[in-house]
């Protein structure tokens, strides 16, 4: 493990200290989904507002279980991660928000079905890693976060991590019949 | 017996697919390859089969486009003719805004580096285009055909990757 890394804790999105706002969600093809975010100061003020803002737009949103910054027009590398109560997770680390984070290991890739709220009419096959291990830093403090997580909040991890590298799963299709229109609205 | 390349075509209903499959089987055509999918509410059925003469398919067929709901070519192609060497497999995925000449551009950037597209598909949803691509690239030449993709991309305006394709893995 990387000096100084811990896990989670028990932080929650009320360790920010400020309320979260709304905010609207933008589709493919806007660009700033194609842009790869910069790394951020993670105790910086507007950085802890984002954050907020992030775990509110997520709650806000059926079936959302991530959301990244570039996904409310901000190209930045943050993004809010829950899959509390999700069928298909086993590892379950409630609701966090990582900034800057990486992926330092990654095992067990698994082929499986994903969509996003910025492509709401498509669906995708995508190969995922289903054991990861993640490092980043949290909003506010800055501490440094090592996760270790698998199955389907990995691949969420694995979702989010690409928005903030300026891809989306449509970058990662395994062919040209694994993209679908999608049937179900979540 | 001769090998025949038939496309049939029409607005989406039930019973396209049984419709031509029996006309083909009363004749004694025998379907290999074939695709068959719903293009925005069309129906097209692309098929390579091995049967009786391309005129007497193509006669036999005709009742089903008499109503003009139904357009079907028959032509005569040589069997096994001549397939381009095996590259290395790559997925190419394209995405953004909608505009003319995107598969063009893209594809050119393959053909000219002696890429093959051996399957492809594209969808528009909204101002969405996408285009995913599967590729057999000469050997090494991936980073060179990336970076051209991705040179042509930025002109478009749009999201461009490559990825190798899995491989099988028995």
Redesign the interface.
């Known amino acids: 493990m990387t000096a100084g890394y811990t896990g989670l804790g028990d932080w929650t999105p009320e360790a920010l200290g400020v309320p979260g706002r709304v905010r609207p969600v933008v589709?493919?093809?806007e660009?700033v989904l194609?842009r790869p975010g910069p790394e951020v100061d993670p105790t910086c003020e507007e950085v802890v507002q984002l954050a907020a803002d992030l775990v509110a737009t997520m709650r806000v949103s059926p079936g959302c279980v991530g959301l990244a910054a570039p996904q409310v027009g901000v190209s930045a590398q943050v993004f809010a991660v829950d899959v509390t109560d999700h069928p298909k997770a086993v590892t379950v680390h409630g609701t966090f928000v990582l900034c800057n984070a990486r992926v330092v290991e990654a095992t067990r890739w698994k082929a499986g079905r994903e969509g996003c709220m910025s492509?709401p009419?498509?669906t995708g096959d995508v190969?995922r890693a289903s054991r990861l291990v993640v490092e980043g830093a949290l909003p506010g403090s800055g501490a440094p976060v090592r996760l270790v997580t698998d199955g389907f909040e990995a691949r969420a991890l694995q979702h989010e991590i690409d928005h903030c590298a300026?891809?989306?799963f449509?970058?990662?299709?395994?062919?040209?019949?694994?993209?679908y229109?999608r049937k179900v609205y979540l | 017996m001769s090998e025949l390349a038939i496309t049939v075509i029409g607005r989406d209903r039930p019973g396209i697919v049984a419709d031509v499959a029996e006309v083909l089987a009363g004749l004694g055509a025998n379907l290999t390859d074939s695709t068959m999918t719903r293009l925005r509410g069309h129906f097209a059925m692309t098929l390579v089969c091995v049967g009786p003469a391309a005129a007497e398919v193509e006669a036999a067929l005709a009742p089903l486009a008499a109503d003009g709901r139904l357009l079907a070519t028959v032509r005569a192609v040589t069997p096994d003719g001549a397939t381009a060497p095996a590259g290395e497999p790559y997925v190419l995925a394209v995405h953004g805004a909608d505009r003319l000449g995107i598969v063009a551009a893209m594809t050119r950037v393959l053909a000219d580096a002696g890429g093959n597209v051996t399957d492809l598909s594209t969808r528009l949803t909204g101002s969405l285009y996408v285009v995913v691509a599967e590729v057999e690239l000469p050997a090494g030449s991936s980073d060179a055909v990336a970076g051209r993709l991705a040179r042509t991309a930025a002109e478009l305006g749009v999201g461009v990757s490559l990825r190798p394709a899995d491989s099988d893995l028995l």
Request: cysteine-free.
């Open positions: 589709s493919a093809p660009p194609s492509v009419d498509l190969k300026g891809l989306l449509l970058d990662r299709v395994a062919g040209a019949h694994a993209i229109q």
